[in-house]
């Protein structure tokens, strides 16, 4: 069956550049999370979806990183002026329902991983 | 604020050895409780989960006990085989719930 699909999975970017990456979650699917995760480290959230509304942006780590859900399904995370510091692996999920009793799981994507050099 | 700690890896053991990896938990009030893998070049995987004090999650021969008095979730394995391999995840859902808290990861590697 189908999951949750990202694009690209890896990325090489010059410091500078813009980026954008592209989550497809399963359909149906009403809430969508992007989550960064350094080297050795665990995911760390960055924004929330509940359908075509950014619930939650307390996780993006500047104004350089933007996100969107224009017609609630596929999602696209911006990041303007690439960091080195940036580089990561991008994870985007994925739940059923509304995230509110905390017992929904989340369908991870295989990540998009960004290097800028 | 609400935080994860796990044992830090790598850490490899041989074929049928016995699985311990430590996670407590600092929250408010009484979440739920996660593990998830990351096997090589896949995506991140729910493997069990607790909901309440008490509760214990299975799968795949693995077990994790949901303990309030010492605010712990540790993951346990009988035997573990070399498709063991793999990153794991200790996890809660913030207070808020609209998002997931992770731990650091622990690098586990089987010797056949």
């Known amino acids: 069956g189908a999951g949750v699909s990202q694009s690209p999975r890896y990325k090489v970017a010059k410091r500078g550049q813009d980026v954008a990456l592209r989550c497809d979650p399963i359909?149906?699917?009403?809430?969508l999370f992007w989550y960064q995760q350094a080297l050795g480290q665990g995911p760390e959230f960055l924004t929330y979806f509940q359908n075509e509304a950014q619930l939650d942006k307390s996780g993006l780590p500047s104004d350089r990183f933007f996100a969107e859900r224009p017609e609630g399904s596929v999602s696209t995370l911006k990041i303007q002026r690439t960091q080195q510091e940036d580089s990561a692996v991008y994870l985007c999920?994925?739940?059923?329902?509304?995230?509110?009793?905390?017992?929904?799981?989340?369908?991870f994507g295989p990540g998009t991983r960004l290097t800028v050099l | 604020g609400d935080s994860v700690t796990q044992m830090e890896g790598p850490v490899t053991l041989s074929e049928e050895a016995f699985l311990t990896i430590n996670c407590t938990y600092t929250?408010?009030?009484?979440?739920?409780l996660f593990w998830y893998v990351q096997y090589p070049g896949e995506g991140l995987q729910l493997l069990l989960k607790a909901t309440k004090a008490d509760d214990k999650g299975s799968n795949k021969g693995f077990e994790a006990t949901y303990r309030k008095e010492t605010t712990s979730f540790h993951l346990e394995k009988g035997s573990v085989q070399v498709s063991d391999s793999a990153v794991y995840f200790c996890a809660l859902p913030y207070s808020s719930a609209s998002k997931i808290i992770f731990g650091s990861g622990t690098r586990l590697s089987i010797r056949p």
């Open positions: 929250a408010t009030g009484y979440p739920s």
């Open positions: 359909s149906g699917h009403v809430s």
């Open positions: 999920a994925s739940s059923l329902a509304r995230y509110t009793s905390g017992i929904d799981e989340q369908f």
